[in-house]
């Protein structure tokens, strides 16, 4: 036996109960997706139901407008990622690489806004939106969330730049060219693995985010993913666990099929270290 | 970069700090506003009433019991996840066949809301229909159905080790970040001078990490603390208000029982509560010696070039 | 630098143009803005039909139909109400009533009542909407409880008619309970929604009530604890589903559609799901039973109209499109609730099916929860003391002392 595959055996060995336990939720749910309704309320139950069906993610994506949904989560996802991405930028490249009075001010008032759950200032926070007739705006629940999800794209972005070594920059101002020109054509670049990094973190956080999207956007029609999942939970006297599992298994697939296909860079982008 | 003016890094930090102060802001002032007030179910301001609302919430038991089940749920779920992060991060640090699929299962949790996670999770612990039972049954490992979430223990035992599963994917992944930056060199030069397993987790790995540490639990118990869904959507705070946190039962007060200023008073502390833990914990943690811990590295020049040592 | 503060700049506009964008939810003073609650996913598209027609059939206003799931409505209303986007008309429990009521939110609407449309409620549910004279809102839905009886395990196990005694019902259940293969005599809830409701069953058929003579709570008085203990009997002695303190209605109702419980204690909406999920159970509905006094829960919920609107008559004027009798009887279908309007009362879709009209049979001898500003927080107390006593953690007695000393706390404020 070869020493990779040896170690590949122990690696997996080590690994399999936390994996058994990850994995088990997912069969779960897409045992139960599959199931018809009559058949999940049997005592005889069996990880396979007698009669797959497909028919309970029809049914959720025609009848409960889980279509709709997936648009809005996108739209918002995609707009808190760039808002976040954007307005983290510049203010991670001054924590990174210039020296000012409050710097470390700011770097605990970064943490602070972390410190306060948006679940107990929903409150004021729905005050504040209704005052500026924002309530149902997806724009305004991409400000929000943003708010919200800022601060940890500063830390990471901030920390990436860490690594970038200063030199490479001031050779580009030797040659000639602009500060701008500098951080766009060289610095931006080398970072880019980092800055992807961000965007994703930031992504998976709108794509789940839950107690803004409830708080902001009352019509139906806007709704977000989780909150029609929640939606889907909450009839009075009966739940459809067929269908929540379908809705849900539905949701997961953008999402993992994103990590599986950009890991390798997840770490590599990844350097927190300097976070604090 | 010496030629910037004095108020460009201001700029650029402008348009975060805006952002922030623009939608967190009056939300805060409105909260701690509320804590010092008494006020009606809808928020309306009736009389100032000073501490009032903090010793109605200190005298109330359920609240004290609260405190207690909150401290007992965040060192739980973080210290668990940190202890099993670090070796899971360690192993997918390793090169073996099937690395990239083994991450990316560890992240899959992270794949799905907190809320979907409780949701699912509620159905497979249910008792009488649940796949837990079913599996565990078929297996041989216990006869007849376990009503998981009937008994305070058990509904919190499950809740805390979901909720660790939930936190292991970030976790593992700052570990990872943190790993991968330690060069191979050192520890080939530990193995040179003979150094056991051991003592190369303990004098490298341990060391050369700790910065990423800090921030796991930091960052985990912000957010463990904090944690909403799980609870809320599992075991709603029962049997008997025993698996309550402080967020749910300020939910509860808010909203179920049109109590906005205790609700308000609760959340202050909640702050507080995280701003004394931060400082403490940052200050027990600090760099005491930061030159000893340096002559102790094996290879302390090497370090020069790692960011992550400057943290 | 200057690009980097156009950035700043572009930033902002951005921030500033997604607000204005958004302004167009200013609602216009000819709309009338509907809120419902879930009872079943068939709720919100109902009354979304209503709107529509109503919509066609006059020119004043215009109704708009929001719809949301149960467990968010009290939170959604509460931040709207609280930042003066209330809708004008809303759904909600009977019990939050009073609270809100009293903290200003809630129109009165008896002098916007027609006569005729007063006079068409079952009076029983109409005086639940009262408080102080006024009248807060319409019972738009409206239960009672019976004893659902799984007839082919009863046959198993050798019994012929439902018992009438709680007595009866502990040596009906252990028959059954004997039948094995995971079978249960009788369901008991100890968690989530409406546990105090079926210690409520309990309570009252033991004589005892949620507020004594004295104005003082009745949680801990002699009757409650014989009815609580009446229940750990039953926890004791095994008849029961295991784990009741983790047992919501829901699941409750799931057993008994599954055909593994012999009794459970329920509503009228029992027969919908019943009859969509396991269409093969044989069963009936009997009174619940008893041991000094007869007694079902009656339990209503509540649309009105709330104090900010600008519109209400004409809220009032939807409302009684929405309660005349075509409309209630399709909802009655839909829902299966007991009727609320005299004239649905003796609808043959509600006499003539005998699962509901046990449920009817059985109004006389209904009670409600008591409408005082806190019953929440007291509900909640209560539902606290009964996990802890139904789990054998604590005796029933100091259980039920500890919720009533925390009921009396809230009826002092």
Known sequence: MSPKLKRSLICWGLLSPIVVVILFPYLTMLSTALTAKSEIFVFEKSWFPKVPTFENFAMVWTERGFGRALANSLYISIGATLLSVIVAIPAAYAMSRLHFKGR????????????????????????????????????????????FFMAFAIWMTASYFDTVPKELEEAAWLDGAGKFTAFMRVFLPLCLPGIAVTALFTFINSWNEYALALTLLRDNANHTVPVAIAFLTGTLYEIEWNLIMAATFMATIPVAIIFASIQRYLIRGLSLGGVK | MRSIGKFSPYLLIAPSFFLSVFVIGYPIFDVVRMSLFKVNRFGKLQKFNGFGNFTKAFSDDVFLQTIGQTAIWTVSVVGGTVLLSIPI????????????????????????????????????????????????????????????????????????????????????TIFLGGLTSIPDTLY?????????????????????????????????????????????????????????ILITYVYKQA?????????????????????VFTILYFYITRDKHPAAKKAKQPDGAALEDLNVSKA | MKSRFLTACAVGALIAASAVST?????????????????????????KGLAEKYNTMQDGVEVKVEHLPWPEMQQQLVTDISAGTAPDISHMATRWM????????????????????TQSFVPTFLDLQKQDGHTWGLPIAASARGMFINKELFAKAGISSAPKTWDETLSVAKKISALGDQIYGIGVQGHDLDTEGYWF????????????????????????????????????????????????????????AAGKLGMVLSGPWLNKQLSEEAPNIKYEIAAIPTKTTSATYGVTDTISVLETSQNKEEAIKFLEFAFNDENRLEFGKIEGFVPVLNSMAKEKFFTEDPNMAVFLEMSPVARFAPLVPHWEEMADALKSGLSQAYSGDMSSQDALQKAAAKMDELLAE
């Open chain 3, 201 to 256: 069953y309990s309570l009252w058929t033991h004589g005892g009530a949620i507020i004594g003579e004295d104005g003082k709570s009745g949680f801990a008085s002699a009757e409650a604890v014989a009815a609580t203990d009446n229940y750990i009997r039953l926890i004791k002695e095994g008849v029961t589903q295991p784990g009741v303190t983790a047992s919501s209605r829901e699941d409750l109702q799931n057993l008994f």
């Open chain 2, 89 to 172: 991060a360690m192993i997918l640090n390793e090169d073996f066949y099937g690395r990239s699929v083994a991450r990316t299962i560890i992240l899959l949790p992270w794949a799905v809301s907190l809320a979907m996670t409780a949701v699912v999770w509620t159905w497979v612990v249910n008792g009488d229909f649940g796949t837990l039972n079913m599996t565990l049954n078929s297996l041989g490992l216990m006869d007849g159905n376990y009503v998981w979430l009937a008994n305070a223990d058990a509904a919190f035992t499950i809740v805390i080790l979901i909720g660790i599963l939930v936190s292991i994917p970030f976790t593992v």
């Open chain 2, 188 to 244: 080939e030069a530990a193995m040179t001078d003979g150094a056991s397993g051991w003592k190369r987790f303990r004098y490298i790995t341990m060391p050369l990490l700790k910065p990423f540490t800090q921030i796991a639990v930091v960052l985990n118990v912000i957010y463990v603390f904090n944690s909403f869904p799980l609870i809320w959507i599992m075991t709603n705070g029962g049997p008997a208000n025993q698996t309550d």
């Open chain 3, 23 to 47: 302004v167009g939810i200013a609602y216009a003073k000819d709309t009338i803005r509907v809120r419902l609650a879930e009872y079943s996913t068939k709720t919100g598209p109902f009354f």
């Open chain 2, 255 to 275: 909203f179920r029982f049109g109590k906005l200023d205790k609700a308000a008073a609760g959340s202050v502390v909640m702050f507080l509560m995280l701003v």
């Open chain 3, 98 to 117: 009073a609270g809100f009521a009293k903290d200003g939110a809630l129109a009165p609407i008896e002098g916007l009542m027609s006569d005729s449309f």
């Open chain 1, 104 to 147: 470390n001010a700011y770097r605990i008032y970064l943490l602070i806004t972390q410190m306060i759950s948006p679940i107990v200032l929903i409150i004021g926070l729905f005050r504040l939106f209704a005052f500026l007739g924002m309530v149902n705006s997806m724009n305004a629940l991409i400000a929000a969330q943003s708010a």
